[in-house]
């Protein structure tokens, strides 16, 4: 049984920081390409930044430069600099053998419960 856990959420005011962090456990290998997924109401989860077992990573245009997604051991980290109030969202963090389309939500078939980040004004 895969699971993965999100915490580091939370509110912050535009231009503040958070640091996301996905701990994996179950089947689930360092081999694994891992995922930061966002979703708001009404709309599809969207592929935030990914990172596979070699260390290299993929960034959605909007968060490029400003998240940075990195592992370490079991946990996957997603540093968020700069935040906006377009990044309010529920987070997930999420996992797949193999991502040759590593910010595509359909690939992946382990996925973590969300964790809430509220950009204010």
């Known amino acids: 049984q895969a699971q993965l856990v999100e915490s580091g959420g939370g509110s912050v005011q535009a231009g503040g920081s958070l640091r996301l962090s996905c701990a994996a456990s179950?089947?689930?290998?360092?081999?694994?390409?891992m995922g930061w997924f966002r979703q708001t109401p009404g709309k599809e989860r969207e592929g935030v930044a990914a990172?596979?077992?070699?260390?290299w990573t993929s960034y959605a245009d909007s968060v490029q430069g400003r998240f940075t997604i990195s592992k370490d051991d079991t946990i996957t980290y997603l540093q968020m600099n700069n935040l906006k109030p377009e990044d309010t969202a529920t987070y997930y963090c999420?996992?797949?053998?193999?991502?040759?389309?590593?910010?595509?939500?359909?690939?992946?078939?382990?996925w973590g419960r969300g964790t809430e980040v509220t950009d204010g004004s």
């Open positions: 990172i596979d077992s070699g260390g």
């Open positions: 179950g089947y689930i290998y360092m081999t694994y390409c």
């Open positions: 999420a996992a797949v053998r193999r991502c040759p389309d590593p910010l595509d939500r359909s690939q992946y078939n382990s």
